[in-house]
């Protein structure tokens, strides 16, 4: 059946701010992260739908977001040499600039790049506690302070302006320094995230 305008449209022709939150499940991929686990965090942040057409919509985003990588002791292949569990905590301040399509009413896909800036980074021994962390400092740091993905997802809008999520983003370069002893590691960010949210 074929998708009318009036059916596939946004439901506002003005700028719509809002604010969202949400849960990640992140890991890094590559060939020497075969085995790793992924860790489970959040996001939370500012979100703007910008009318382009009836139908297409410019979707700029703030966010938050907690990501990393888990490694249990059974772990073997990875590039980490160790005997207990880990948690790898890389946290971002996440930029995405996407293009919405509404396919029917409210329901909506989306794609575009996204820009992420770290803002911290340790090591955590005993994740479900408040101890065994250990903070990495900058100077001692292998990851790059910059990431570029591209966010895949899909949105559903109810009438009122409360919506519900669900992407997924992939980094397109190594997250690693190219002069460090990480230069020949291909680690690349992989992050699902599901959330709720509300256009004001």
């Known amino acids: 059946m074929a998708l009318t305008s009036g059916s596939a449209q946004s439901d506002s022709k003005t700028i719509q701010l809002g604010a969202k939150g949400g849960v990640n499940f992140s890991k890094i991929t590559g060939d020497d992260f075969d085995d790793v686990d992924s860790r489970t965090s959040f996001n939370v942040g500012l979100v703007a739908e910008i009318p382009l057409s009836e139908r ?52 909506s896909i989306e794609a575009g790049p996204q820009f992420g800036f770290k803002i911290h980074e340790e090591f955590d021994s005993e994740p479900n506690s408040d101890s065994g962390d250990l903070e990495i400092d900058e100077d001692d740091s292998y990851v790059k302070d910059f990431d570029t993905s591209i966010a895949l997802g899909t949105s559903y809008k109810f009438d009122g302006g409360f919506f519900i999520s669900a992407r997924y983003t992939m980094g397109l370069t190594s997250i690693f320094e190219d002069d460090t002893l990480f230069e020949d590691v291909d680690g690349k960010n992989e992050v699902w995230q599901f959330g709720v949210g509300f256009m004001f």
Do not use: C, M, R, W
């Open 56 to 107: 297409i919509s410019f979707q700029p985003e703030v966010f938050y977001s907690g990501q990393g990588f888990d490694i249990t002791e059974i772990d073997q292949d990875n590039v980490f040499d160790t005997d207990q569990n880990l948690e790898y905590q890389l946290d971002y301040i996440q930029v995405p600039l996407l293009i919405k399509a509404y396919l029917v009413e409210g329901l």
